[in-house]
């Protein structure tokens, strides 16, 4: 395989065989398939989409109408749109429905559960609020997104009974006040997952993207594994899937590009503590690093404000605490379908 190494001693670097084969053997491009030949591929098998938004209402409308009008009206490869309203304080709910999509509020699905706030949360809410055989998630504050996400995730699922789990890949540039970076997206990718993921499961060190926020995987799969409830839910899922399924039962697919809305880098401090603590818990749950002394969940984080701690910046505090939820075919008596209709 070629490669550009660097490094000291660079001259015998190279990647395992078995990650070499990997990606030969299951990275694809969302073009190897049209929506007309998998419509035909699912063979009665149903298809979801959530759509995790918190204060998406600029971007959420559109991605629901491409994928409305492409996938649902033109080709019926997608049964079913869900927007998973995450505590939005704008019209996120009022811009998906009216773009066409099915809209639950994150805390009206399992209402009997004590609600918990983020990402993961949303997503396994929307997971149990929906019926799909194949799930795709895909991020609402996407800019250019294309039906191509969707066609290209499902394509390994619809294809190969040997693939659960398919996680997109593109290139990501960062764009910020009016300057763009070419490959600057990605930030927690390359200096947090990225790393930690090499260093303690280099099984998935030919994952482009690990945290793409568009992926998809079989329901009895999806529903069969925890989701962390914050910014840690897709570090964790490659995790518990490389360790229960093997690396062989998950694929990527070449997306093209992404852009989206970019957070702060303090926000990003945040979901990188909370990525890392992920980790950190499932290489305990695995048996692959004991800390003597269990890390911290506090996260102190200064900026620019009321002095209010002896120096001329303002604390900000959170709690970085690890929530997760129990894969959902745990839950007795429950069933996902008809959970949105849960009173
Ligand atoms: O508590 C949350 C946090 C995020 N999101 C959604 O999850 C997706 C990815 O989150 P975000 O854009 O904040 O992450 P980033 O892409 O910046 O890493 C977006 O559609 C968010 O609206 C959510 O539904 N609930
Ligand atoms: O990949 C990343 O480094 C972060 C931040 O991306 P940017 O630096 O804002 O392009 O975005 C991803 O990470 C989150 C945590 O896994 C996912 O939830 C997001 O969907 C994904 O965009």
Same mark, same amino acid.
């Given at each position: ?44 098998? +149903? ?22 009008? +492409? ?108 300057? +763009? ?82 957070? +702060? ?79």
């Amino acid at each position: 395989m070629h490669a550009t190494r660097t490094g000291v001693d660079s001259a015998d670097l190279a990647v395992s065989a078995e990650i070499g084969t990997w990606l030969e053997r299951r990275s694809s491009r969302a073009d190897d398939w049209t929506a007309a030949e998998l419509v035909a591929a699912k063979r009665g098998r +149903t298809v979801s989409v959530v759509i995790p938004a918190r204060d998406e209402e600029e971007t959420v409308g559109e991605i629901v109408r491409t994928i409305r009008t +492409t996938l649902v009206e033109d080709e019926p490869l997608v049964d079913e749109i869900l927007v998973v309203d995450s505590h939005s304080e704008d019209a996120t709910a009022e811009v998906a429905a009216a773009a066409g999509a099915a809209v639950v509020a994150q805390d009206e699905v399992l209402p009997s559960l004590p609600g918990r706030r983020g990402k993961g949360e949303a997503l396994w809410k929307g997971l149990a609020a929906t019926t799909g055989d194949l799930v795709v998630f895909v991020d609402g504050d996407l800019y250019d997104f294309t039906a191509g996400y969707v066609i290209g995730l499902l394509g390994p699922l619809l294809t190969d009974s040997g693939v659960d789990y398919v996680k997109g890949f593109y290139h990501r540039p960062l764009v910020a006040a009016g300057h +763009t970076e070419a490959d600057g997206g990605g930030r927690v990718t390359e200096l947090v997952a990225r790393p930690l993921l090499n260093m303690f499961w280099p099984e998935l060190s030919g994952f482009v993207q690990p945290l793409a926020g568009e992926y998809a995987g079989r329901r009895e799969v999806l529903e069969a594994i925890p989701f962390v409830t914050n910014y840690g839910v897709e570090v964790g899922h490659l995790i518990d899937l490389v360790e229960w399924r093997g690396l062989d039962s998950l694929a990527q697919v070449d997306l093209g590009m992404r852009t989206h809305r970019h957070q +702060t880098t303090q926000a990003l401090g945040r979901m990188s503590g909370q990525i890392m603590l992920t980790i950190m818990d499932r290489l305990k749950a695995y048996g692959r690093l004991t800390l003597s002394v269990p890390p911290a969940t506090l996260l102190a984080q200064f900026r620019r404000g009321d002095a209010t701690c002896g120096v001329e910046r303002e604390l900000v505090l959170t709690d970085l605490t690890l929530h997760q939820r129990p894969p959902l075919a745990t839950l007795s008596g429950e069933t996902s379908d008809g959970l949105r209709d849960t009173a």
